[in-house]
């Protein structure tokens, strides 16, 4: 069969398209973000009409997964890890409703921090919503585990959680494809109150997830993506799940570990697997990438009744991800590392690019706000969010996803005056216009700064939900006309972009100032794609 | 058979499209591929990394473990000494000499050549100046990936098609543009030039 060369993230999408799935959704998040782009740009799931736009946030997608789900066709919903904290409503009832078409949430975590606000590991997600949870190990197994995992949903009636992390996700490697099958006909769940969680009907629901989870187990216990590998030294057994296998793998180049090892790619665990491994060997090595979810499992509640060792023992540290040098650390063999790095690099911090329009409407903000003490900037997630650094020090919080309106809001009520939110375009569209709501209502006192830079360009220029809308939502939820101002941030607008600002600040009711110019990023090219239009047409 | 490679840079300054090269060719060749890289936050002007592994046997771990490296390919001095724990005894280091000076602190060069000359083998290039002489900057970094291909394991022929694959799209020009940079590098690095 065809061999392709695929990031990992790409891997599981086209796994999807080759499972039949007839739509894709998602809000953008590193490192999850490849996986729709690449539905997005495939010309097969363009002939099969696959539909792949994206959400406004994580919360959509998951909805309209569920959603056409019950219409009895296959969808997959993807995610940053962060993502499905906006999504976990809608996820673990979806636990609770089970499913008609099969229905796949990929989550991907970022241990490290590469891109994130935090190190959450989707697998407790998966627990808590008591569902089915894949993690694949390279990108070969990510592929055929989109097809597993709709198998399963459909046979199970139940979502199934695929669990990833950065380097698998934006890793690359040789991908063999498998047959491609049909999507789906549109047909009724049996039972038309399958979905109607009223407390009377939720409670056969539940009682009926709660029985599932013996057969979850079976399968758990009898798939091949758990796997068990006899070793002759038991003095101690190796448990590792995901991308944690290859790491160990890593250091046995002939790829012959002396213990026993029990690779573990699907939830929940297989109790006699892990027993079998438990029972053999006098004592056990974890090796997760994440949190120590099965670690702590092991542990129990007073970490005494078996031999762990991993992350909690201190054997490989709490934070960060893994390395194949932390497990050889771990393995207890000796480690060799090159010279160290010479004193003169110094850190490389990433910045806005020379151009981009954030940068004057910080300049114009720092100037507006500088008779007041420093403060008073609540900030949101975006490319924006390095107006913390030097030179703007302009911000002083990023939290999560529309948290700027409604912290201001929070902090104009405790009577910080003035309180100025500053958030961009798509950032609002995903979770800040509830807040705005909010701020109308309660007529605070607060400046609410939306960057419009028409993109959403922190994850590399996406299709923001927010275009062409901005101004009328604001209106809409009843924003005084007079208030909602619209600015040029460019060097030579900078005088009455300030005058703009401290006219709103001064102002006791809701503002909102949008600064608007195209991200330089998307800006070039769009120049460049136009530039070969016009040369086709000519 | 196998060669770990560290590629680095700055944001923007097209690490990828070398790793895609190379990753072809291997891909063309027969070998197995594992490639990590860095998407999303540091792509804006920060250091950038890629690890990339070819093998005629399977892979394990994306990520190159740290003394383990056959060499770091860079296409910025300062950057090419982020990796050297990385790098193994008598691994090379091959870099462009072009700072990429975006922050306030830059050491200043001939710190940062003394370093570099430390590294027993090692080839340092300006890899813009020959990149400008056939035509343009911007094919600097396979001028760089040129320098470095005498000690991969990979055909020259093989990157050359690799070269024509992925500019396959951009016309004749640019495929030829490059195709000189990746020989005028190679030059270089053997003492021709
Ligand atoms: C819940 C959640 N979803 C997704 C992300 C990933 N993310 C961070 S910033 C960003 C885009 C921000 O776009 P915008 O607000 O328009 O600002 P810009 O980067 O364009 O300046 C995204 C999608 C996140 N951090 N949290």
């Known amino acids: 069969m065809q061999k392709l060369l695929l990031l990992g993230d790409e891997a599981i999408a086209q796994g999807a398209i080759d499972a039949g799935i007839s739509g894709i959704y998602a809000y953008p998040g590193t490192p999850s973000t490849e996986i729709t782009e690449y539905v997005q740009r495939s010309s097969e799931a363009r002939e099969k009409n696959i539909r792949s736009q994206w959400s406004a946030n ?141 407390p009377m009907n939720a409670r056969k629901q539940y009682k009926a997830l709660l029985q599932n989870q013996a057969s979850f187990e079976e399968h758990s216990e009898e798939s091949g993506w758990n796997e068990y590998f006899d070793g002759q030294d038991k003095s101690r057994g190796i448990i590792a799940s995901g991308i ?126 500088q008779d007041f003490t420093k403060g008073r900037v609540f900030s949101d997630i975006g490319c924006y969010t390095l107006g913390a650094l030097p030179p703007f020090d302009a911000i002083n919080s990023c939290v999560d996803m529309g948290a700027s309106v409604t912290m201001a809001k929070g902090a104009a009520d405790a009577g910080l005056i003035p309180s100025i939110a500053v958030i961009g375009d798509s950032t609002f569209t995903h979770s800040g216009i509830t807040g705005l709501l909010d701020c109308v209502n309660d007529k605070s006192n607060v400046v609410i700064i939306i960057l419009d830079n028409a993109t959403t360009a922190m994850t590399g220029g996406q299709h923001s939900s927010a275009l062409g809308h901005l101004e009328n939502i604001c209106k809409g939820i009843g924003v005084e006309e007079d208030h909602i101002r619209v600015l040029n941030p460019l060097k030579k607008h900078h005088e009455e972009n300030v005058k703009a600002m401290k006219e709103e600040i001064a102002y006791e009711g809701v503002s909102v100032i949008i600064p608007r110019r195209e991200c330089i990023q998307t800006a070039k090219r769009h120049k460049k794609t136009q530039k070969t239009e016009n040369v086709k047409t000519a | 058979m196998k060669n770990d490679i560290i590629l680095a840079g700055v944001g923007g300054q097209g690490i990828l499209s070398i790793a895609a090269t190379i990753g072809m060719a291997a891909v063309e060749t027969g070998l197995y591929l594992k490639q990590a890289e860095v998407h999303g936050m540091s792509q804006r002007g920060g250091d950038v990394q890629s690890h990339l592994r070819i093998s005629d046997q399977q892979i394990a771990s994306d990520l190159i473990p740290k003394g383990g490296a056959d060499m770091i390919l860079s296409v910025e001095p300062m950057e090419s000494l982020r990796y050297l724990p990385w790098l193994r005894e008598k691994g090379w280091l091959i870099t462009n000499t072009n700072p990429v000076v975006n922050i306030p602190n830059y050491p200043n060069g001939e710190s940062i050549e003394l370093a570099i000359s430390k590294v027993p083998n090692h080839v340092t290039l300006d890899a813009e100046k020959i990149a400008r002489k056939l035509g343009t900057a911007r094919a600097a970094n396979i001028v760089v990936l040129g320098a470095a291909s005498p000690y991969i394991n990979l055909e020259y022929k093989a990157l050359e098609n690799a070269i024509r694959n992925i500019f396959k799209n951009k016309g004749d020009k640019i495929i030829q543009l490059n195709l000189d940079a990746l020989k005028a590098g190679r030059e270089i690095a053997e003492g021709k030039n």
């Open chain 1, 58 to 198: 994580e919360k959509t997608a998951m909805e309209a997964a569920i959603g056409m789900s019950y219409a009895g066709k296959r969808s997959m919903v993807c995610m940053k890890h962060v993502g499905l904290n906006v999504a976990a409503d809608a996820f673990v009832n979806s636990a609770i409703t089970g499913t008609n078409g099969g229905l796949i949430v990929v989550a991907a975590d970022d241990p490290s921090m590469h891109s994130s606000q935090n190190e959450q590991d989707s697998r407790f997600y998966g627990k808590f919503a008591m569902i089915p949870v894949l993690e694949p190990s390279n990108q070969q197994e990510a592929y055929e585990m989109a097809h597993y995992g709709f198998d399963l949903s459909e046979k199970l009636k139940t979502p199934v959680l695929m669990r990833i992390t950065t380097r698998l996700a934006h890793s690359r490697s040789g991908v063999v494809r498998k047959t491609s099958r049909e999507q789906n006909e549109v047909s009724f769940p049996e039972n038309l109150r399958q979905y109607v969680l009223l």
């Open chain 1, 244 to 369: 944690a296998y290859n790491y160990l793998m890593e250091n046995y180049p002939d790829r012959k570990v002396p213990n026993p090892v029990l690779k573990v790619g699907q939830y929940p665990l297989p109790k006699n697997l892990v027993e079998k491994i438990s029972k053999e060997c006098d004592e056990l090595l974890l090796l997760e990438e994440g949190f120590p979810f099965i670690e702590e499992m092991l542990k129990g509640f007073l970490g005494d009744c078996l031999n762990v060792k991993g992350r909690m023992d201190g054997t490989i540290s709490m934070d960060g991800e893994l390395t194949p040098n932390s497990v050889r650390r771990a393995l207890g063999l000796k480690t060799t590392e090159g010279e160290a790095v010479p004193e003169l690099v110094t850190p490389r911090p990433p910045k806005l690019c020379p151009g981009c329009s954030h940068i004057d409407s910080y300049h114009a903000l720092n100037e507006a706000l």
